[in-house]
């Protein structure tokens, strides 16, 4: 399967507790992207990067919210001292660049439930 | 499974039959626009694209539509089927700008 995997599919997890989700985008795609959709909603961006760098953040990306990239590959989003307000599915998208509009892949997502 | 159609607007339609889905958008620069399908339990996944110097774009069973006068995104699936029964997304950008995505119509095929 050469599409955007994500890991854990689900994750539930105690309030207070940090979580860390993977994502490993498709293999050629320079950009890679977190998105965050909570039920009846559509998906909310969240940050960016092209290769390693982060080159954009949303104002809903709390300081409790970090997003790696380190070598340019897969990418790490990690929530730290979860509340009951991130329960949502976490997505990951890659798209190839510098493409100026091109469009976005997504993986199946990581489900955080917060309890 | 968990569902992703909670309020969402809700089209239903006959197998066979012409479904067509809208989506207005707001930003007038928007110049880039795509639909995406999304089934419960997995992401979105991509139909069709159109740049905004075109007005109609054609893909396999699709037609996407762009009126920029009025701001009107449609979304026309010939034939449907019952596998084409999920939630539907429209998104849009401008320049560098990234995707930021509308609320979603939930497309239901009866056999």
């Known amino acids: 399967d050469t599409g955007v995997s994500q890991d854990p599919r689900h994750k539930i997890t105690k309030r207070g507790q940090n979580v860390t989700f993977r994502c490993d985008p498709i293999?050629?795609?320079?950009?890679l992207y977190w998105y965050r959709q909570t039920l009846g909603q559509g998906p909310e961006f969240l940050t960016y990067f092209q290769n390693e760098a982060q080159l954009e953040k949303s104002r809903l990306l709390s300081d409790r919210f970090s997003a790696e990239r380190p070598k340019g590959s897969f990418s790490t989003l990690e929530i730290q001292r979860t509340e009951q307000g991130d329960s949502a599915m976490y997505l990951c998208a890659s798209s190839p660049a510098p493409a100026l509009n091109s469009p976005l892949h997504f993986g199946n997502g990581t489900r955080l439930t917060v309890t | 499974g968990e569902s992703v159609g909670l309020h969402l607007p809700t089209l239903s339609v006959q197998e066979g039959d012409n479904s067509i889905i809208n989506c207005a958008y707001s930003n007038s620069a928007s110049d880039y626009f795509i639909w995406y399908k999304q089934e419960s339990g997995k992401g979105p996944q991509f139909i069709i694209d159109i740049r905004s110097n075109m007005d109609k774009r054609q893909g396999q069973r699709v037609t996407v539509l762009l009126n920029k006068t009025v701001k009107h995104l449609s979304l026309q699936i010939a034939a449907t089927q019952p596998g084409d029964s999920a939630v539907y997304f429209c998104a849009e950008s401008s320049g560098y700008s990234t995707l930021t995505f509308g609320k979603g119509t939930m497309l239901l095929v009866s056999p």
């Open positions: 293999s050629e795609h320079n950009r």
